[in-house]
Nanobody, 127 residues
């Protein structure tokens, strides 16, 4: 059974940093694409970034490029999202998602491309 568990959310001031973790189990890292998604109050879920361990490819949406970094520790089966220079508009519930695949690209790194989800962790950025 595929399982994803997020942690690391919290309250931070504008310009601050947070690191989210997604602990995974039940599948092989090399066969899956893992991504981070977010959903702000009253809005739909959007893809933020995703990563394919098989070829090391990554995808980021424009609004987080240069500020957010996705990485993984394969030995721990954990994917991280380092978020720097946070802005109030980054406030959202952040979710980890996974789907079978070996290359990260825009088409698959959206919420409709994921088959498995964690329960989310809340990030609040105060102005």
């Amino acid at each position: 059974e595929v399982r994803l568990v997020e942690s690391g959310g919290g309250l931070v001031q504008t310009g601050g940093s947070l690191r989210l973790s997604c602990a995974t189990s039940g599948f092989s890292f090399d066969d899956y694409i893992i991504g981070w998604f977010r959903q702000a109050p009253g809005q739909g879920r959007e893809g933020v970034t995703c990563f394919a361990s098989a070829d090391g490819s990554t995808y980021y949406i424009d609004s987080v490029k240069g500020r957010f970094t996705i990485s993984s520790d394969n030995a721990k089966n954990t994917v991280y999202l380092q978020m720097n220079r946070l802005l109030p508009e980054d406030t959202a519930d952040y979710y980890c998602g996974a789907t079978r695949g070996r290359m990260a690209h825009e088409a698959i790194c959206g919420p409709l491309g994921m088959d498995h989800w964690g329960n989310g962790t809340l990030v609040t950025v105060s102005s």
